[in-house]
């Protein structure tokens, strides 16, 4: 599941957002203050982010420019009610993917929406390499040492979260929600067992791991 940071401070924009993304079947989280969005932006993993412009204690502009100065790529799609062509210019040279103008169709937002999500798709590693380990996420195979590992779809998709998250500390919740689904009734307890399967497999030693490190009190990081 795609993961979207909507930033609005008007309720009613927020709530048809949000209304909208959910029901094609994108995660949508909403964050009326700036300050507030930034940190999210920078801790969580999102696909892409709505930004309008005007905002309580950071406007989208300062939010955007200090998003990127921090080496952010999430694709981020300006909102405003602004017409003038200089602050569509700012908010591009800024680090802005796109920019639409308030007030835009449903349509029209779910066709940029998807549009930058293809180019996310489009722009992503498809192997990766760690250790004596290789990763082929377009045939879905991984090998270590040349020789293939058999893992589950559900350790292969844990793996895969990880490493489109390297270096980020992983919730077990948000663990839960882009390995198996939103809305899933699975205990969190599950996740353990499958991170303790997952290293077995691709560890030098499962006992003192070196890519999947636990966080005390916080979750998992991949290291690599």
Not at 69 to 84: D, E, F, P, S, V
Not at 165 to 176: A, D, K
Not at 192 to 202: C, E, S
Not at 207 to 222: C, D, M, T
Request: proline share 3%; glycine share 8%.
């Amino acid at each position: 599941m795609k993961r979207i940071l909507v930033v609005e401070d008007d309720p009613g924009i927020a709530f048809s957002l949000r209304l909208d993304l959910t029901t094609e079947g994108y995660g949508v989280e909403v964050e009326a203050d700036g300050a507030k969005a930034l940190a999210r932006a920078r801790s969580e993993p999102f696909d892409l982010i709505l930004l309008d412009v005007m905002l309580p204690s950071k406007d989208g502009f300062e939010i955007c420019r200090e998003l990127r100065r921090g080496g952010c790529n999430t694709q981020i799609l300006m909102l405003t009610a602004r017409a003038q062509e200089a602050e569509k210019v700012l908010g591009l040279e800024l680090g802005a993917d796109d920019y639409i103008t308030k007030p835009f169709s449903p349509r029209e937002l779910r066709a940029r929406v998807k549009t930058a999500l293809r180019r996310t798709e489009n722009s992503a590693p498809r192997s990766y390499s760690f250790g004596d380990i290789e990763v082929d996420l377009e045939r879905c195979e991984i090998r270590r040492g040349g020789k293939a590992v058999d893992l589950t779809a559900l350790e292969f998709k844990m793996l895969a979260v990880f490493l489109h998250n390297r270096g980020r500390v992983m919730s077990r919740e948000r663990l839960l929600d882009m390995v198996w689904g939103r809305g899933t009734a699975v205990v969190q307890r599950v996740v353990d067992n499958h991170v303790v399967t997952l290293r077995r497999k691709i560890e030098t030693d499962a006992g003192e791991p070196r890519y999947i490190v636990s966080v005390r009190g916080l979750g998992y990081r991949f290291d690599a």
